[in-house]
T-cell receptor
Framework: QQQVKQSPQSLIVQKGGIPIINCAYENTAFDYFPWYQQFPGKGPALLIAIRPDVSEKKEGRFTISFNKSAKQFSLHIMDSQPGDSATYFCAAERNTGNQFYFGTGTSLTVIP | ETGVTQSPTHLIKTRGQQVTLRCSSQSGHNTVSWYQQALGQGPQFIFQYYREEENGRGNFPPRFSGLQFPNYSSELNVNALELDDSALYLC????????????FGQGTRLTVV
């Protein structure tokens, strides 16, 4: 059973566009929601993370929106660049110290 | 670079064999987690080690086992390899505590034939 569901599977946007990746979860015990970026041949790298006591967090061009009642959260990438082309994973953790449940990933392509 | 190194980078094994993968954690980190990432999928949590003790395990059979050494480096051992064990194996190191950042290595690509 997939604890964290992620969509879409792939996404293509023009440079400057705002790709949005969505995730949903069922377990209300989750209390930490990171997003990871992974380039081919590399391990995932933390992009931004949020806790359920806030509804939005912004770091640079990356924003997480969090809807606790709907058990959904999403990643927005403002002014997307070709260098943002990568696979993005959402994840969730329930007070266990970095024992994550990952989504299935979204392959993002930003066209110049 | 994250400071987390994994070896080997690639490995080909035959079904039924045993394999050992290695991970050196980032300096100052005392916790290592292992994940299996099948092609086109998200990483799945295998287990975590803290101060040489297993500190949580995902839904993986006992033929997946691990060790953590006094310098906090770690090994993942897989016995009786199956074709479905073919995947990228990732380790992540972190400090003990909630919501501390986990740093991933580049992974070991295991192919079972």
């Amino acid at each position: 059973q997939q604890q964290v569901k992620q969509s879409p599977q792939s996404l293509i946007v023009q440079k400057g566009g705002i790709p949005i990746i969505n995730c949903a979860y069922e377990n209300t015990a989750f209390d930490y929601f990171p997003w990871y970026q992974q380039f081919p041949g590399k391990g995932p790298a933390l992009l931004i993370a949020i806790r359920p006591d806030v509804s939005e967090k912004k770091e640079g061009r990356f924003t997480i929106s969090f809807n606790k009642s709907a058990k959904q959260f999403s990643l927005h990438i403002m002014d997307s660049q070709p260098g943002d082309s990568a696979t993005y994973f959402c994840a969730a953790e329930r007070n266990t110290g970095n024992q994550f449940y990952f989504g299935t990933g979204t392959s993002l392509t930003v066209i110049p | 670079e994250t400071g987390v190194t994994q070896s080997p980078t690639h490995l080909i094994k035959t079904r039924g064999q045993q394999v050992t993968l290695r991970c050196s954690s980032q300096s100052g980190h005392n916790t290592v987690s292992w994940y299996q990432q099948a092609l086109g999928q998200g990483p799945q949590f295998i287990f975590q080690y803290y101060r040489e003790e297993e500190n949580g395990r995902g839904n993986f059979p006992p033929r997946f086992s691990g060790l953590q050494f006094p310098n906090y480096s770690s090994e993942l051992n897989v016995n009786a390899l199956e074709l479905d064990d073919s995947a990228l194996y990732l380790c992540a190191s972190s400090s003990r505590g909630l919501n501390t950042e986990a740093f991933f290595g580049q992974g070991t690509r295991l192919t079972v034939v």
